[in-house]
């Protein structure tokens, strides 16, 4: 990356305009034992900062607390460990080649949050806070996964990583059941109003959060901006390849599934699930059916009965699709820094490959294609040739351009008028793949999550990237860091512009970075057949 855009952070003490500044007290050191609501905690000094691990913001949602919105955590006395590793929310296990690879679990006390703050860090710092919700459709996934160090040191920043219920535990839905298909959504609320009110303990700043995510984690963070409970919890948001997108990423990847493969489904779909589920578990009277599944093992209930679970909508946690507040304007305008990557859909290609690992073919190209366009198959075809390009990486661009690029141009055209804005795409293409190695036709492209391994440290390890791309990662740690401290990633040279006009979207390459119009981003992607 060139140094053009990575400076040293400004304007770290600001406060956001139009809050009042309270007086300071004494300037205590943020040490390894620390005072929150329910206690004091034990962290530890690792690589230039300090680590809590594992604090709980919510009580265990277990037995009667299954499917229940989030109750406060208990308190407790003495000193709380804070040095190891949270247990992750129930999830299964991925497979090899698919998106999120990941660990099982069948762990439900799983509410918990990790802190990661720079050594050095005085009590009346206030220093801007990172909330990060971690990837993984709403189904995989944990705060632990990634190593936020490089980010803090940065900014400096606290960085808050946390975990929430998932798949069937997090988004299940039955008639009448208070909180249906929102149960991970209401969890992740929670955990921020836990650092609105503990953050300051750790040297942060309540007032000053950015709420940020990638995949999974974007789209939770464009629904806590459509969601009225959150309102007032953070200032603004960083949506990584995932947000607010109308198009649902797994009705493109497989064509046919309609609305069970939405990534934001109505209520009565959910509901409707969940009671098509209840007897796959053995709980068949609908009127005892709620009671029934809670009196089961999480081991049994992981497997979700084959249902897609993701966040409801038509519900008063979040009422309308969050594409839809944007469509009419409704969103909450706050300051924004969002982008995709420039080959998102070689992740979700790999997927696709049969058992036996053979890529697509000709023939499966074009069924998957007029399956996806429907009447305009033949003119989408011409856009997408199979010849130059594998047929499995021309469905990689058609994921890529359908379901990322220009649902995520057209967000920036109307969220762009109304707060800043500032737009990217990550186009490194020495990236490597931080999930799965990909088949050799699909990889020399900048995959889904590419970008994070530049970010973070991930855990249990980060790709080793060579000097150059470590340059370009250091550029990127800095804008972002930039952005959470003072709402801007620029450095003041300009080389990164706020939206306007028509628009600027960001190349991040591996040499440098380059304004392009919205309108060659929108040729570059066809954009013109798919809208944006």
Known sequence: MTRAWV????GVGMLVAGCAVAAPGPAVPVGAVVSVEQGAVQGYAEDGVLRYRGLPYAAPPIGDRRWKPPAAPARWTGTRDATQPAARCAQLAAAP????????????????VDVTVPVGTVSTSKLPVLVWLHGGAFNAGAGGDVDPRRLAEAGPLVVVTPNYRLGIFGFFGFPRLAGSGAFGL?????????????????GGDPRRVTLGGESGGADSACGQLAAPGSVGLFRQVILQSGGCNPVNLYNVVQ??????GDTWKPLPLVEAAGSRAAPQF??????????????????????GAGTYWSPATGTSTLPPRPSDQVAHGDLRPVPMLAGTNRDEGTLFTAAAYDNAGRPLDDSTFRTLLASTTLLRSTEVGAAYPVGSRSPGRAWSDVITDRAYACPALANYRVLGTSAPLYAYEFDDTTAPSPFVALP????????????MAYLFDLVPGRPALSPAQEATAQGLV????????????????GTWPRWSGGGQVL??????????????FSAEHHCGLWGG
């Not at 400076?7 to 400004?10: D, E, F, I, T, W």
């Not at 050799?440 to 970008?451: D, I, K, P």
């Not at 804008?479 to 959470?484: E, G, I, L, N």
């Open 186 to 202: 209401l969890d992740q609320q929670a955990a921020l109003r836990w650092v609105a009110r503990n953050v300051a303990a750790f």
């Open 282 to 303: 053995g709980c068949t009277d609908p009127a005892t059916a709620p009671g029934c599944l809670r009196g089961l093992p999480a081991a049994a209930l992981v497997p």
């Open 507 to 520: 190349s991040i390459t591996g040499t440098g970075a380059t304004a392009v119009s919205a309108a060659g």
């Open 478 to 493: 800095d804008a972002w860091a930039r952005f959470v401290a003072t709402g801007s990633p620029d450095d003041g040279t």
């Open 97 to 112: 080649g698919t998106p999120h690879l990941t660990a099982a679990s069948t762990t439900e006390d799983c509410l918990t």
């Open 255 to 260: 064509p046919g599934t309609g609305s069970i």
């Open 7 to 10: 400076g040293v952070v400004a």
């Open 440 to 451: 050799r036709e699909l990889a020399g492209g900048v995959t889904h999550g590419a970008e």
